[in-house]
């Protein structure tokens, strides 16, 4: 028995725990990803090296935890990592500063390949939903996807944020409010009653 035989074999568990509970997530890395990067190249890097970091250190995801979360935490401190060596070895780096300096005042256009599959409300995110979305500013648009869009309570926001369950809830209100009023006319044109 040759040892690369020898290693899948004393690690398959680990393998099987990798397939069907890790990468069942990928679609969900790959938006997130993409809506970090604005860039489909960036964003396939990105979730390669997240599952790359995820596989190397399984023996540290804690069982009974939100894998999920657990990916999309790894995926922001890799984003993180990346912006980090592009500004040239900034020691620390805060997570809506590297997302600013990122964003760009450009629009995206996203590919055909690359759709989103987010359901808000029972409706697919339409143009002016998207639109709205994109102009929060970056603080509260990370909440609302990962919310809103992604279903993550708020305390796993604040371990994948690092900031406070407290500013969570009240960023997380701060920013439903800012989409509501974005959105009253084009909701009241649809027919839906919504108060402002």
């Known amino acids: 028995m040759?040892?690369?035989?020898?290693?899948?074999?004393m690690n398959s568990e680990k393998e099987k725990f990798f397939e069907q509970e890790l990468l069942k997530h990928i679609d969900a890395l790959?938006?997130?990803?993409?809506?970090?990067?604005?860039?489909q190249q960036e964003s396939d890097d990105l979730v390669q090296e997240t599952y790359f970091k995820a596989f190397k250190h399984l023996d540290y995801f804690q069982d009974g935890t939100n894998s999920k979360a657990w990916l999309f935490k790894i995926l922001k401190n890799n984003f993180i990592n990346e912006y980090r060596k592009k500004s040239r070895g900034a020691k620390r780096v805060d997570f809506e500063e590297a997302?600013?300096?990122?964003?760009?005042?450009?629009?995206?256009?996203?590919?055909?390949n690359l759709e989103f599959d987010y359901e808000l409300a029972g409706t697919i995110l339409g143009d002016e939903?998207?639109?709205?979305?994109?102009?929060?500013?970056?603080?509260?648009?990370?909440?609302?996807?990962?919310?809103?869009?992604e279903d993550f309570s708020y305390e796993e926001i604040a371990k994948i944020l690092e900031i406070p369950v407290g500013t969570v809830r009240s960023r997380l209100h701060r920013a439903r409010a800012t989409?509501?009023?974005?959105?009253?006319?084009?909701?009241?044109?649809?027919g839906i009653s919504a108060k402002k």
């Open 2 to 9: 040759n040892q690369d035989t020898y290693f899948w074999t």
């Open 30 to 39: 790959h938006n997130f990803a993409f809506y970090l990067t604005h860039d």
């Open 99 to 112: 997302l600013r300096e990122t964003d760009g005042d450009d629009e995206v256009e996203i590919p055909a």
């Open 129 to 149: 939903v998207t639109k709205a979305l994109n102009s929060l500013p970056v603080e509260y648009r990370s909440l609302i996807v990962l919310c809103d869009l």
């Open 179 to 190: 989409m509501k009023n974005k959105l009253f006319h084009y909701a009241k044109n649809l």
